[in-house]
Nanobody
Framework: QVQMVESGGGLVQAGGSLRLSCAAS????????MGWFRQAPGKEREFVAV???????DYTDSVKGRFTISRDNAQNTVTLQMNSLKPEDTAVYYC???????????????????WGQGTQVTVSS
């Protein structure tokens, strides 16, 4: 099982940027689809972005044009560049991984079988 650790969260003003990183160990990420999810207090965990093993990406509508997901298989990392942050982006952000990638289930948390511990992102207005 791949182990993942997120970093890069913090407090930022609205309009600012943060870059989240997910570092993996135990296995190479090259065969995994990698996703980012987030969970705000009192809300369910929601899909943010995904990058397949081949590099295809997808985003939830609310972050399109502001967030960019990328992967570096040589470094065994996945990053989420977040620009033009809004207060509603405030949440704990989780990195997720799956070997059994299904495009039609890309936004379902239960489709991923490996998770990091999360990193807090807080956007002040």
């Amino acid at each position: 099982q791949v182990q993942m650790v997120e970093s890069g969260g913090g407090l930022v003003q609205a309009g600012g940027s943060l870059r989240l990183s997910c570092a993996a160990s135990g296995r190479t990420l090259s065969s995994y689809a990698m996703g980012w999810f987030r969970q705000a207090p009192g809300k369910e965990r929601e899909f943010v972005a995904v990058v397949s093993w081949s590099g295809s990406t997808d985003y939830t509508d609310s972050v399109k044009g502001r967030f960019t997901i990328s992967r570096d298989n040589a470094q065994n990392t996945v990053t989420l560049q977040m620009n033009s942050l809004k207060p509603e982006d405030t949440a704990v952000y989780y990195c997720a991984a799956t070997l059994s990638y299904n495009w039609y289930r890309r936004s379902e948390a239960r489709a991923y079988d490996g998770w990091g511990q999360g990193t807090q992102v807080t956007v002040s207005s």
